[in-house]
């Protein structure tokens, strides 16, 4: 590879990647990888949510319990539906409108900006209008419909709720991100294709999709990173319920350790969740990061 | 250049200590979700204020957590080594705390209190293995709230037994067009949709256990819920609110009749004070007329730096003036039996009803099933699941119950006690 | 410059479908000024007997105007201070291929994957050790952790679309790594850097969970904790919470429509040529 052939001696390579990357590191390993440590060694004791004394080894049997739980089981698929749903509704709405928003119209930049309103919104402020537009009894969007819908009281209805209201909340970073790809595609390309006589069509296939690739890849991988652990939108919306219909393996944390005071349990389906992505994001850049990393 | 100015800024705004920061030697650390409120703001802020000048050199410090992050925040704060020294805590919070091992006995301290006799009775609830943990701030029972303009409009009297009221409630949606009875159904919420389950099974004789054993299907637990949904069923309450959002309807005259505390009386005097003199408190028309008892208790967390201090701040507020102001101005019932005067009998004349059912009925302390107080949120969620499926109109209120008896009785069999 | 043939009518349908995404704002906007109920069961679309009454309530009733500092101070600074480690980093990444670089590359995507709610208390314990808690550098550190992996990433993919001839050209020409990657990479891939600070702004803007467990005086509250404050034990003020909100978006989307009218723009055509 070409990339091996810099105009720096190996060495001095070394010490400069190293120069470059490590800030960063430090920075996230500072934050993050304490905890991680932490939590994994929480997950082997029977700890308390506070310990006034250092809690007792218990081994594996926190895990032992959770992979014979099948609420557990059940929990990790609701955390699947959700975060492919969210990903790929994500995903498939921001390419829809940076396509439409790279195009030139007058009055780009304003909607370039107001297509981020979803996104810059609070978040709290953001759920609980929707909470509102979706009540059951004085709701605007069933007063629109003229449909009786308990969109977050439905134990059948409140998975695909709360999954569109994340996809609301999070396509305008999707957007942000795949425009920005757009824009760096040179226009030379576009204008080699017109020569060609290449359709619409073709220009897309063959310019436009090859060109996001390196944005697409990394932009996908970061929305199933997000999601899979994204738990506020959902606590605010059903609490994992009803009936445990949106219970996703981050509410069992969160409820495990600070409703029922359990850290050394929480902690184990923390690190469990951990587990999985790990195993996704292997598989994934494995298959799609590959040639670039 | 550029790069320099920014580092530079950079370098200030992480390393600038903006907080508070203080001469005085003691600082006690005092959260509350009340801080902020109208009414009980003020009643702690001048409370503070007395105690600052008879202790020179003591500086409290208030801070306002709102009150929907209150119990995760202290958690963290006690967990990660930032236990405040004075720590209001709701009454569910208690039985968890204590058991841990997380607050400060307050015996030795309450012996020489001459008010600890007059304390109310729900401060059993912050006793354990013989030792007090705990010293109740307010207590107040879950009451029936009417609207005596839509009764009225509707010809009803106030109800005093169930049917009563699913008339009352049918007459006023005939008359007004306004909901009968409203009441949680949002569950999201647990614990907010768990209290009107527990106010109609306590209320039929019923309950979620009994010494430690569930009882979600007991006969008399499923004949309160399944008359509850009679009112949910026909249309008489409105479909998946919860709590604030009651009590918003209720103040715009929306809803004729909520069974829930005298906190939302306090707020129709606040937001609608034409409505104040129509509205009144009755013992909740169940057979058994329990009135789910709620409200919160000073703490001193174990690991707190000031303990002394904050144990002279709370007697403060525990002088008997102090406590006949919280009455006064909230309307509210206090800490300790408070006296009535003939003034305030006479200016809010729901008041003696309210005190009255508080000395009756009480019930329901700590919102949780009896036998399981340190697990109350776990039964509160078992119960909650079960009934999100009969609100949802998945299931019957029986076949729930079953189910929640069975969930129950297998995860009770998994507890080391 | 030549519009294409159809702009108008692309306008129209780009209007159309922008609108309908925000219709939640628009509702969250009409119930910050409508005299309506909210418990009606049939809304109407539009505001009826509007008034700003909210907007003003709040402004008196709450420090706006100091949640609204504080929050920028944490935006801003989550901004400056990640994008410089992520720039770096992210160009290591593309450019050197170590084993350290492998390792790390994917370590940072490691760092997104716990529970929150397991890394509260830790990260507390950590901040209230460095005299980072309460402080609104904490909550800037804290931000900047959890915006770099995807910065790294998205900029990373920019880099890795640039030739490398261009920086071994550089390279040839004199340039230090620094000059190099300042003053021939960094022009090319501003798309990706107004995307990555815009992300980082908003996150940051936004953030709720490190700010309402490490921040404890009132005085260093910032947004979202001052929202959530509009509910109270009992009660919920509506329309005022509404009004916070609306006023609170408008700061992230007047500072893009900015960035995308002066910076992109122009910069992209300095790109193609390039």
Same mark, same amino acid.
């Given at each position: 590879?070409?990339?091996?052939?810099?105009?720096?001696?190996?060495?001095?390579?070394?010490?400069?990647?190293?120069? *470059?990357?490590?800030?960063?590191?430090?920075?996230?390993?500072?934050?993050v990888?304490?905890?991680i440590?932490?939590t994994i060694? *929480?997950s082997?004791?029977?700890?308390?949510?506070?310990?006034?004394?250092?809690?007792?080894?218990?081994?594996l049997?926190?895990y032992?319990?959770w992979l014979?739980?099948?609420?557990f089981w059940r929990s990790l698929w609701i955390t699947l539906i959700y975060t492919f749903g969210v990903t790929i509704?994500?995903?498939?709405?921001?390419?829809?409108? !940076?396509?439409?928003?790279?195009?030139?119209?007058?009055?780009?930049?304003?909607?370039?900006?107001?297509? *981020?309103?979803?996104?810059?919104?609070?978040?709290?402020?953001?759920?609980?209008?929707?909470?509102?537009?979706?009540?059951?009894?004085?709701?605007?969007?069933?007063?629109?419909?003229?449909?009786?819908?308990?969109?977050?009281?439905?134990?059948?209805?409140?998975?695909?709720?709360?999954?569109?209201?994340?996809?609301?909340?999070?396509?305008?970073?999707?957007?942000?991100?795949?425009?920005?790809?757009?824009?760096?595609?040179?226009?030379?390309?576009?204008?080699? !294709?017109?020569?060609?006589?290449?359709?619409?069509?073709?220009?897309?296939?063959?310019?436009?999709?090859?060109?996001?690739?390196?944005?697409?890849s990394v932009?996908v991988m970061m929305l199933i990173l997000y999601t899979f652990k994204r738990?506020?939108?959902?606590?605010?919306?059903?609490?994992?319920?009803? !009936?445990?219909?949106?219970?996703i393996l981050p509410?069992i944390t969160?409820?495990?350790?600070?409703?029922?005071?359990?850290?050394?349990? !929480?902690s184990a389906v923390g690190i469990l969740a951990l587990g999985f992505t790990l195993v996704i994001t292997l598989v994934y850049s494995r298959v799609f990061l590959r040639?670039?990393a | 250049?550029?790069?320099?100015?920014?580092?530079?800024?950079?370098?200030?705004?992480?390393?600038?200590?903006?907080?508070?920061?203080?001469?005085?030697?003691?600082?006690?650390?005092?959260?509350?979700?009340?801080?902020?409120?109208?009414?009980?703001?003020?009643?702690?802020?001048?409370?503070?204020?007395?105690?600052?000048?008879?202790?020179?050199?003591?500086?409290?410090?208030?801070?306002?957590?709102?009150? $929907?992050?209150?119990?995760?925040?202290?958690? +963290?704060?006690?967990?990660?080594?930032?236990?405040?020294?004075?720590?209001?805590?709701?009454?569910?919070?208690?039985?968890?705390?204590?058991?841990?091992?997380?607050?400060?006995?307050?015996?030795?301290?309450?012996?020489?209190?001459?008010?600890?006799?007059?304390?109310?009775?729900?401060?059993?609830?912050?006793?354990?293995?013989?030792?007090?943990?705990?010293?109740?701030?307010?207590?107040?029972?879950?009451?029936?709230?009417?609207?005596?303009?839509?009764?009225?409009?509707?010809?009803?009297?106030?109800?005093?037994?169930?049917?009563?009221?699913?008339?009352?409630?049918?007459?006023?949606?005939?008359?007004?067009?306004?909901?009968?009875?409203?009441?949680?159904?949002?569950?999201?919420?647990?614990?907010?949709?768990?209290?009107?389950?527990?106010?109609?099974?306590?209320?039929?004789?019923?309950?979620?256990?009994?010494?430690?054993?569930?009882?979600?299907?007991?006969?008399?637990?499923?004949?309160?819920?399944?008359?509850?949904?009679?009112?949910?069923?026909?249309?008489?309450?409105?479909?998946?609110?919860?709590?604030?959002?009651?009590?918003?309807?209720?103040?715009?005259?929306?809803?004729?009749?909520? +069974?829930?505390?005298?906190?939302?009386?306090?707020?129709?005097?606040?937001?609608?004070?034409?409505?104040?003199?129509?509205?009144?408190?009755?013992?909740?028309?169940?057979?058994?007329?329990?009135?789910?008892? $709620?409200?919160?208790?000073?703490?001193?967390?174990?690991?707190?730096?000031?303990?002394?201090?904050?144990?002279?701040?709370?007697?403060?507020?525990?002088?008997?003036?102090?406590?006949?102001?919280?009455?006064?101005?909230?309307?509210? +019932?206090?800490?300790?039996?408070?006296?009535?005067?003939?003034?305030?009998?006479?200016?809010?004349?729901? +008041?003696?009803?309210?005190?009255?059912?508080?000395?009756?009925?009480?019930?329901?302390?700590?919102?949780?099933?009896?036998?399981?107080?340190?697990?109350?949120?776990?039964?509160?969620?078992?119960?909650?699941?079960?009934?999100?499926?009969?609100?949802?109109?998945?299931?019957?209120?029986?076949?729930?119950?079953?189910?929640?008896?069975?969930?129950?009785?297998?995860?009770?069999?998994?507890?080391?006690? | 410059?030549?519009?294409?043939?159809?702009?108008?009518?692309?306008?129209?349908?780009?209007?159309?479908?922008?609108?309908?995404?925000?219709?939640?704002?628009?509702?969250?906007?009409?119930?910050?000024?409508?005299?309506?109920?909210?418990?009606?069961?049939?809304?109407? #679309?539009?505001?009826?007997? /509007?008034?700003?009454?909210?907007?003003?309530?709040?402004?008196?009733?709450? /420090?706006?105007?100091?949640?609204?500092?504080?929050?920028?101070?944490?935006?801003?600074?989550?901004?400056?201070?990640?994008? /410089?480690?992520?720039?770096?980093?992210?160009?290591?990444?593309?450019?050197?291929?170590?084993?350290?670089?492998s390792v790390?590359g994917l370590a940072i995507l490691g760092t997104q994957m716990l529970s929150?709610?397991l890394?509260?208390? /830790?990260?507390?314990?950590?901040?209230?050790?460095?005299?980072?808690?309460?402080?609104?550098?904490?909550?800037?550190?804290?931000?900047?952790?959890?915006? #770099?992996p995807?910065?790294?990433w998205?900029?990373?993919?920019?880099?890795?679309?640039?030739?490398?001839?261009?920086?071994?050209?550089?390279?040839?020409?004199?340039?230090?790594?620094?000059?190099?990657?300042?003053?021939?990479?960094?022009?090319?891939?501003?798309?990706?850097?107004?995307?990555?600070?815009?992300?980082?702004?908003?996150?940051?803007?936004?953030?709720?969970?490190?700010?309402?467990?490490?921040?404890?005086?009132?005085?260093?509250?910032?947004?979202?904790?001052?929202?959530?404050?509009?509910?109270?034990?009992?009660?919920?003020?509506?329309?005022?919470?509404?009004?916070?909100?609306?006023?609170?978006?408008?700061?992230?989307?007047?500072?893009?429509?900015?960035?995308?009218?002066?910076?992109?723009?122009?910069?992209?055509?300095?790109?193609?040529?390039?």
């Amino acid at each position: 590879m070409s990339r091996m052939r810099t105009a720096l001696p190996n060495t001095a390579v070394n010490r400069v990647s190293a120069a *470059l990357i490590l800030p960063a590191a430090i920075v996230m390993g500072a934050v993050v990888i304490y905890p991680i440590l932490t939590t994994i060694g *929480l997950s082997l004791t029977d700890a308390p949510l506070i310990s006034l004394s250092p809690p007792s080894f218990a081994g594996l049997s926190n895990y032992a319990e959770w992979l014979s739980n099948p609420d557990f089981w059940r929990s990790l698929w609701i955390t699947l539906i959700y975060t492919f749903g969210v990903t790929i509704g994500s995903y498939a709405i921001g390419l829809f409108t !940076a396509l439409l928003l790279n195009l030139d119209f007058p009055g780009r930049a304003i909607l370039r900006g107001l297509v *981020l309103l979803p996104w810059a919104i609070p978040e709290v402020a953001a759920v609980m209008t929707w909470n509102w537009m979706l009540d059951y009894q004085f709701g605007i969007v069933n007063s629109l419909l003229g449909s009786q819908v308990g969109w977050v009281t439905d134990s059948a209805m409140a998975l695909w709720t709360v999954t569109i209201v994340t996809i609301w909340k999070q396509f305008p970073l999707a957007t942000v991100v795949l425009l920005a790809g757009l824009q760096a595609i040179p226009r030379e390309l576009y204008e080699a !294709a017109n020569v060609d006589g290449a359709s619409r069509l073709q220009q897309f296939v063959h310019v436009t999709l090859p060109g996001l690739k390196p944005v697409n890849s990394v932009l996908v991988m970061m929305l199933i990173l997000y999601t899979f652990k994204r738990i506020s939108i959902i606590y605010l919306l059903t609490g994992g319920g009803p !009936a445990k219909a949106t219970e996703i393996l981050p509410v069992i944390t969160y409820l495990e350790a600070f409703k029922y005071f359990r850290l050394g349990s !929480a902690s184990a389906v923390g690190i469990l969740a951990l587990g999985f992505t790990l195993v996704i994001t292997l598989v994934y850049s494995r298959v799609f990061l590959r040639e670039e990393a | 250049m550029k790069r320099m100015m920014m580092a530079t800024l950079l370098i200030a705004l992480v390393m600038a200590p903006i907080g508070v920061a203080s001469g005085a030697n003691k600082q006690i650390q005092f959260p509350s979700w009340m801080w902020g409120e109208a009414g009980t703001g003020d009643w702690f802020k001048d409370g503070v204020a007395l105690y600052e000048s008879q202790n020179p050199g003591v500086k409290v410090v208030p801070a306002l957590v709102p009150a $929907g992050q209150y119990e995760e925040k202290l958690l +963290i704060d006690m967990a990660g080594g930032g236990a405040p020294d004075l720590a209001p805590v709701f009454t569910n919070m208690m039985p968890k705390l204590m058991r841990m091992g997380l607050l400060e006995p307050l015996d030795d301290y309450l012996a020489k209190a001459d008010w600890k006799s007059n304390l109310l009775p729900v401060q059993k609830v912050a006793q354990y293995n013989g030792k007090t943990y705990g010293v109740v701030l307010t207590a107040s029972p879950n009451g029936l709230i009417y609207n005596k303009k839509l009764l009225d409009k509707a010809g009803v009297a106030v109800p005093t037994t169930p049917e009563e009221m699913l008339v009352a409630a049918r007459k006023v949606k005939q008359a007004t067009g306004a909901f009968g009875y409203g009441f949680a159904t949002r569950t999201a919420d647990v614990l907010e949709a768990y209290i009107p389950l527990m106010q109609w099974a306590i209320g039929f004789g019923g309950d979620f256990s009994k010494d430690g054993v569930p009882t979600a299907n007991n006969p008399k637990t499923i004949e309160g819920l399944e008359f509850l949904k009679r009112f949910f069923d026909e249309g008489l309450t409105p479909k998946g609110l919860d709590g604030p959002m009651l009590r918003k309807m209720f103040v715009e005259e929306k809803i004729a009749m909520l +069974i829930d505390g005298p906190w939302a009386i306090t707020y129709v005097k606040e937001a609608a004070p034409d409505l104040y003199e129509y509205v009144g408190f009755a013992a909740p028309p169940t057979p058994t007329h329990a009135a789910i008892t $709620g409200g919160a208790f000073y703490t001193i967390p174990v690991r707190a730096k000031h303990k002394q201090e904050a144990f002279a701040l709370l007697s403060v507020y525990n002088q008997p003036e102090w406590q006949s102001r919280w009455l006064e101005d909230l309307l509210q +019932i206090p800490g300790q039996n408070a006296e009535i005067s003939p003034k305030l009998a006479k200016e809010h004349p729901w +008041i003696e009803g309210m005190v009255d059912v508080a000395a009756k009925y009480p019930a329901g302390f700590g919102y949780s099933a009896p036998g399981f107080e340190e697990y109350a949120g776990e039964v509160q969620r078992m119960v909650v699941d079960g009934i999100a499926s009969v609100w949802g109109g998945r299931t019957t209120v029986e076949a729930a119950m079953n189910d929640v008896q069975q969930k129950m009785v297998k995860w009770a069999a998994t507890l080391k006690r | 410059m030549r519009r294409p043939k159809g702009s108008i009518a692309v306008l129209v349908v780009a209007v159309i479908v922008v609108f309908a995404l925000n219709f939640p704002v628009y509702w969250m906007f009409v119930q910050s000024i409508t005299a309506e109920s909210m418990f009606t069961e049939r809304p109407s #679309l539009l505001p009826k007997d /509007p008034s700003l009454n909210a907007f003003k309530r709040i402004c008196e009733a709450k /420090p706006i105007g100091q949640w609204f500092v504080n929050t920028l101070i944490v935006a801003v600074g989550t901004v400056a201070l990640s994008m /410089p480690l992520a720039a770096g980093a992210a160009f290591s990444l593309s450019r050197y291929k170590t084993t350290l670089n492998s390792v790390t590359g994917l370590a940072i995507l490691g760092t997104q994957m716990l529970s929150a709610s397991l890394l509260a208390i /830790p990260i507390y314990v950590l901040f209230r050790r460095t005299g980072l808690h309460d402080k609104l550098g904490g909550l800037i550190v804290a931000n900047t952790a959890f915006t #770099l992996p995807m910065s790294i990433w998205v900029l990373k993919g920019f880099f890795d679309a640039i030739p490398k001839e261009l920086d071994e050209a550089a390279m040839i020409d004199g340039c230090t790594v620094g000059q190099m990657i300042w003053q021939v990479i960094m022009p090319l891939v501003l798309p990706g850097m107004v995307a990555v600070s815009i992300f980082a702004f908003i996150l940051a803007w936004d953030e709720f969970f490190f700010a309402r467990t490490l921040v404890s005086s009132q005085g260093n509250w910032v947004l979202s904790v001052g929202l959530s404050s509009f509910r109270e034990e009992f009660t919920i003020n509506w329309s005022d919470m509404m009004a916070a909100a609306v006023l609170f978006t408008i700061p992230p989307i007047v500072l893009f429509m900015f960035i995308q009218k002066h910076l992109v723009s122009g910069l992209t055509g300095g790109a193609v040529k390039g």
